[in-house]
């Protein structure tokens, strides 16, 4: 075993049992992650990125101890997820984006003060945490507010600063961002960093949705989908892959009916990936090509097929291409209603 490793999955699998509708031996089971291994180093900031339905949250309540694998390994600092429960929650904390805790009668004061107590801090320290922290994340003025009387951003906020009180050795953030304001996401953001910055022996896990969130954020990431791992390295490696390919944003005139013309643009040989949007009155087309030159057979296509070029651009590629590359689909594109056929085994 690695010592350096904060994290470690070994084929890790999860199935959940689905209750379908009420007919016996109708039990249908579905993969939520199927194999997934990962080596997170101390010291890391890693991200796991992926739709919705990919995974995410079952990798972090494994880790977290929340809920138990189906199969293969979890460890955290070494300690085993399904038999050192009590060592694991001792060293660790865990923030969800979207959770809504707290007492609502008590202040955020005294709601994080009563949190520090939980994890055995003495008066002293928790009061003085409690405020460096507020301080950092700009809302030491709402010290004396009852949760209640929050906004969603900064109750999140609040919850945030609670993962950081215990002064975890291995934090996890569930998608910490979600919902909040540029500015508030800048904060956490902000907040994230530098705390990786003042404990550079300490590990972060964090999944999010926002791609550029996991580019400035993340030392190495994960690519998720539906529970497999796709690619794991550097922002910069990830993207380094599709440096060989051009990809170009191009719009143009209207193109016709939808199932034939995506089909008719990914048909063009070296085509890698087209995504297709319908704006107001032109068509945008995102291409990731093999090489440059297979941009002049699009553009035929799209002549004999009546449509004109409106404009085009070469781009730098960004982890959203990567993602692309690598999903088949675009992450901004909500896939939370995939057929359930997909995931399901047996
Ligand atoms: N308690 C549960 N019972 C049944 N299925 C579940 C349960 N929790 C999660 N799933 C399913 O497991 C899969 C993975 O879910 P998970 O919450 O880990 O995804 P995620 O990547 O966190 O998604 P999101 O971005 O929406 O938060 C999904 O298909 C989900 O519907
Ligand atoms: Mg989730």
């Known amino acids: 075993m690695d010592t350096n490793l904060a994290i470690e999955t070994n084929d890790l699998g999860r199935v959940y049992r689905l209750r379908g509708p009420k007919r016996k031996g109708d039990a249908k089971q579905l993969v939520a992650l199927d194999g997934v291994n990962l080596e997170i180093r101390r010291g890391e900031l890693f991200g796991l990125l992926g739709p919705n339905g990919a995974g995410k949250t079952t990798v972090i309540k494994i880790l977290a101890t929340l809920l138990l694998p189906s199969s293969g390994v979890g460890r955290v600092e070494g300690?085993?997820?399904?038999?050192?429960?009590?060592?694991?929650?001792?060293?660790?904390?865990?923030?969800?984006?979207?959770?809504?805790?707290?007492?609502?009668?008590?202040?955020?004061?005294?709601?994080?003060?009563?949190?520090?107590?939980?994890?055995?801090?003495?008066?002293?320290?928790?009061?003085?945490?409690?405020?460096?922290?507020?301080?950092?994340?700009?809302?030491?003025?709402?010290?004396?507010?009852?949760?209640?009387?929050?906004?969603?951003?900064?109750?999140?906020?609040?919850?945030?600063?609670?993962?950081?009180?215990?002064?975890?050795?291995?934090?996890?953030?569930?998608?910490?961002?979600?919902?909040?304001?540029?500015?508030?996401?800048r904060d956490v953001r902000g907040f994230v960093k530098q705390w990786m910055h003042d404990h550079p022996d300490r590990t972060v896990l964090l999944t999010t949705h926002y791609m550029a969130?996991?580019?400035?954020?993340?030392?190495?990431?994960?690519?998720?989908?539906?529970?497999?791992?796709?690619?794991?390295?550097?922002?910069?490696?990830?993207?380094?892959?599709?440096?060989?390919?051009?990809?170009?944003?191009?719009?143009?005139?209207?193109?016709?009916?939808?199932?034939?013309?995506?089909?008719?643009?990914?048909?063009?040989?070296?085509?890698?990936?087209?995504?297709?949007?319908?704006?107001?009155?032109?068509?945008e087309l995102n291409l990731i090509l093999a090489q440059e030159d297979v941009l002049s057979n699009v553009l035929a296509h799209l002549t004999r097929r009546g449509s004109s070029l409106i404009s085009l651009e070469k781009r730098e590629p960004t982890l959203e291409d990567v993602f692309v590359d690598l999903v088949g689909r675009r992450l901004d594109v909500d896939t939370s209603h995939h057929a359930e056929g997909e995931h399901a085994a047996g």
């Not at 009590?86 to 007492?103: A, H, L, N």
């Not at 003025?141 to 945030?160: A, C, E, H, V, Y």
């Not at 719009?251 to 089909?263: E, F, H, I, M, N």
Request: hydrophobic share 40%.
């Open 213 to 283: 969130e996991a580019d400035e954020l993340c030392d190495r990431l994960a690519i998720i989908d539906r529970g497999k791992l796709l690619a794991c390295d550097t922002p910069e490696n990830l993207k380094h892959r599709l440096q060989r390919e051009a990809i170009f944003n191009l719009k143009v005139g209207p193109l016709g009916p939808k199932p034939s013309r995506d089909a008719m643009i990914e048909a063009v040989p070296g085509v890698r990936q087209a995504t297709i949007v319908e704006q107001n009155g032109h068509t």
């Open 79 to 185: 300690l085993d997820v399904t038999r050192d429960v009590q060592e694991i929650r001792r060293r660790i904390s865990m923030v969800s984006g979207g959770e809504t805790s707290g007492y609502g009668l008590l202040t955020v004061e005294e709601n994080l003060w009563m949190f520090a107590r939980f994890y055995g801090l003495d008066n002293v320290t928790a009061r003085k945490r409690i405020d460096a922290l507020l301080e950092v994340v700009g809302i030491a003025d709402r010290k004396r507010t009852k949760i209640s009387d929050l906004s969603t951003g900064l109750r999140q906020k609040m919850n945030f600063v609670r993962g950081f009180i215990s002064d975890p050795n291995v934090v996890f953030l569930d998608e910490p961002t979600l919902g909040l304001d540029v500015t508030a996401a």
